[in-house]
């Protein structure tokens, strides 16, 4: 449990410096440069997302809460939403208009979606801890970026290619699901 810890607080420091420690941001890219910062910063997010998996793969589950019978089923749907809000912050998108990140509060459905179907140790820490990340770093970057200025949607073709990639990638994950987590998506 311990490095499944060590990896989500890494990954919510590193996430932080941007953020919510600007000056610390400012001071390392003086001393080292811009690309080799952001080599350092995507090298540590690595790092980070290993040390999740081998914590992950090392811990041995105990039971916190019976998640609730309806869980996977939610689970899959809420899914769904998690993946069109992480495609809605890589394209043009009429969803920018109403949520300002729409990747981050992708991660918040992403993670509840999960503590909706695993009521386990190992679970609360990594989908708990990710989703308090995200919950916390929204305003922090609000806050960096100043007034939000809602974009224009664009045309109604370009949203749908959006929509239509973001389902099949949504079902490519949960083919894949079983072999990198061991547990099937699908509700039986």
């Known amino acids: 449990m311990v490095w499944l810890c060590v ?3 890494l990954w919510m420091v590193v996430h932080f410096i941007p953020s919510a420690a600007r000056g610390l941001r400012t001071s390392l890219v ?3 440069g811009e690309n080799p910062y952001k080599g350092i910063f995507a090298l540590t997010l690595v790092l980070s997302i290993a040390l999740m998996v081998i914590g992950w ?7 916190i809460y019976v998640p609730p019978t309806a869980g996977a089923s939610l689970t899959s749907m809420l899914m769904l939403i998690a993946v069109l809000l992480f495609g809605a912050a890589h ?6 208009r ?4 729409p990747q981050l509060t992708g991660m918040v459905v992403w993670s509840l979606s999960h503590l909706l179907s695993n009521g386990d140790s190992r679970s609360l820490v990594l989908f708990g801890g990710l989703g308090l990340w995200a919950l916390i770093e929204m305003p922090l970057i609000s806050r960096r970026e100043g007034v939000w200025v809602r974009p224009y949607g664009p045309a109604l073709s370009v949203e749908i290619r ?3 990639i973001s389902v099949v990638i949504f079902f490519v994950l949960v ?3 079983p072999y990198f ?3 099937s998506p699908i509700p039986r």
């Open 57 to 63: 793969r090392s811990t041995t589950p105990e039971l």
């Open 175 to 177: 083919f894949l699901h």
């Open 7 to 9: 990896g989500v607080l």
């Open 181 to 183: 987590t061991g547990v």
């Open 30 to 32: 003086e001393r080292v």
């Open 162 to 164: 959006g929509i239509l």
């Open 98 to 101: 109403f949520i300002r990140h």
């Open 91 to 96: 394209q043009p998108t009429r969803i920018k």
